[in-house]
C-alpha cells in the first residue's frame, strides 16, 4: 500500500533536507579551506617526558673585566669570569647574558672547562647599564 | 520514508567524514626523550665599572689649539704654563715648556684621570694631573731614567715637592698612566701596573680637596715629545 504523505509534511521535510545540505555544504567548504593550505602531509605527532637535572645545585658566582673603549668613551664588560661551577657542569655550554631592567645588553658562554672560568663577550655590554646577569648551562 | 532514508545517509555521510577529518590530528608517540641537564641562575647587581666623567680622543685637523676646546665628553680645556696642540695622530702635545699642562673641570675632588702616553723617540717627562685648581695640584710624570720611573709631586705656590717615586718600571714606548684621586690615597698606575700609593697629609687633604680643586687632565714637564692620546676621567 502506497505511503502517502501530505503535502505540508513533504515540504517540512525537503526544508530539514536542504539545511542538512547546506551544512554539509559549509563542511565540505571548510575542508576545502584547510586543505588549500598544503603541505601538511605529516600525521603523527609525539610527547613524552624526561627527568631535567642541574648540574650544579648551589649557584655560580660571577666577576667582571671591563675594558674602556676609546671610541665610545665608556667602559664594556669584555670578559666574565665565572666561578663555583661543579664538576657535573664540565663539558656542557654555558650562555651568560648581561642586561639592564629592561634589555639584553651583551652576550657570551663557551664550553665549561673547569670550576673557574674567564667567558669572553661575543658582544660587549655597555657596563655601567648592566644591572643583572642570565647564566644558563645546558648539556 | 524517501525523505527520511536520505536525510539519514546525508548525515551519516557528514560523521563519517568528520571522524575521518579528526583522525589527522591524531597522536602518536615519538619514544623516549634523552634526561638532560640544566642550570639557570639570575645574579642581580652591576659590575663595578667607574662612571666615565668626561674623555677625549683627542682626533681633529692636525695643529688645533685645544684651549678652550671641548671634549668629547663634556666640559673644555683649560691650557696651563704651554701650549697643546692636536697632533697628525690624533694625539695630543705640548709646547717644550717646564709643567705645561691641560686640565678640565669635572665637578668633583674624588675621581681618577687615565690616558695613554706615547713616547715618539724623546726624553719623555709626561703625566698626568689631579685636583688643581689653577695654583695648587698633584701630578704624576714617568722619565726613562733608572729602567724607567714613576714620580709624583705636588705643587703648591710655585713649588714642586716629590711626594713618592719608584724606579725600573720598564721602558714601554705606548703606555697607559691612570692617576687615581678618588680618595686620600693617591695611587699611580702606569703600564697596567700599580705602582706609586702615598697617603695624602691632613694639611694636603684640605689644601687639594676643597671645593675648586676638581682640574684633572695630562702634564709634559719641558717634554715635546710625548704625546697622549684616550684620554678620560673616571669616578
Known amino acids: 500500500m502506497a505511503h502517502v504523505q501530505s503535502p505540508r509534511r513533504q515540504r517540512r521535510l525537503r526544508r530539514r533536507g536542504a539545511v542538512v545540505l547546506l551544512g554539509l555544504g559549509a563542511f565540505g567548504l571548510a575542508a576545502a579551506s584547510a586543505a588549500s593550505l598544503g603541505g601538511l602531509g605529516a600525521t603523527t605527532l609525539g610527547a613524552d617526558n624526561a627527568?631535567?637535572?642541574?648540574c650544579d645545585s648551589?649557584?655560580?658566582t660571577l666577576a667582571y673585566t671591563n675594558t674602556y673603549n676609546a671610541t665610545s668613551g665608556k667602559y664594556e664588560t669584555t670578559t666574565v669570569t665565572v666561578s663555583g661551577m661543579a664538576a657535573a657542569c664540565t663539558g656542557k655550554t654555558l650562555s651568560i647574558t648581561l642586561a639592564s631592567a629592561t634589555a639584553s645588553l651583551g652576550s657570551?658562554?663557551?664550553a665549561v672547562t673547569g670550576a673557574s672560568q674567564a667567558f669572553v663577550m661575543t658582544t660587549p655590554a655597555d657596563a655601567k647599564l648592566v644591572t643583572q646577569a642570565a647564566v644558563v648551562i645546558t648539556g | 520514508m524517501r525523505a527520511h532514508r536520505m536525510l539519514g545517509i546525508v548525515i551519516a555521510a557528514a560523521l563519517t567524514a568528520t571522524v575521518t577529518t579528526g583522525s589527522v590530528a591524531g597522536a602518536a608517540p615519538l619514544g623516549p626523550q634523552t634526561s638532560r641537564t640544566l642550570g639557570a641562575w639570575i645574579?642581580?647587581?652591576?659590575?663595578?665599572a667607574p662612571n666615565v666623567l668626561t674623555w677625549s680622543s683627542f682626533t681633529g685637523p692636525n695643529n688645533t689649539n685645544l684651549a678652550g676646546k671641548a671634549l668629547n665628553g663634556g666640559g673644555t680645556w683649560i691650557a696651563q704654563f704651554g701650549t697643546w696642540k692636536l697632533s697628525s695622530k690624533n694625539t695630543a702635545n705640548s709646547s717644550n715648556t717646564a709643567l705645561s699642562n691641560l686640565t678640565t673641570a669635572v665637578g668633583t675632588v674624588s675621581a681618577a684621570v687615565e690616558s695613554t702616553?706615547?713616547?715618539?723617540g724623546g726624553n719623555p717627562r709626561a703625566g698626568l694631573v689631579a685636583l688643581s685648581n689653577g695654583t695648587s695640584f698633584l701630578y704624576a710624570v714617568y722619565t726613562k731614567t733608572a729602567g724607567g720611573t714613576v714620580q709624583l709631586y705636588k705643587y703648591v705656590s710655585g713649588v714642586s715637592t716629590l711626594l713618592a717615586s719608584t724606579t725600573g718600571v720598564g721602558l714601554p714606548i705606548v703606555a697607559p698612566m691612570r692617576l687615581d684621586a678618588t680618595t686620600n690615597t693617591i695611587r699611580v698606575w702606569w703600564d697596567g701596573t700599580a705602582r706609586l700609593s702615598y697617603t695624602l697629609t691632613a694639611s694636603e687633604v684640605t689644601l687639594l680637596k676643597s671645593a675648586g680643586h676638581d682640574r684633572f687632565g695630562i702634564i709634559a714637564d719641558g717634554d715635546a715629545s710625548t704625546n697622549f692620546d684616550d684620554f678620560h676621567v673616571d669616578q
Open chain 1, 51 to 54: 627527568a631535567v637535572t642541574s
Open chain 1, 58 to 60: 648551589d649557584g655560580v
Open chain 1, 108 to 110: 657570551g658562554g663557551g
Open chain 2, 43 to 48: 645574579i642581580p647587581g652591576g659590575t663595578g
Open chain 2, 117 to 120: 702616553t706615547l713616547d715618539f
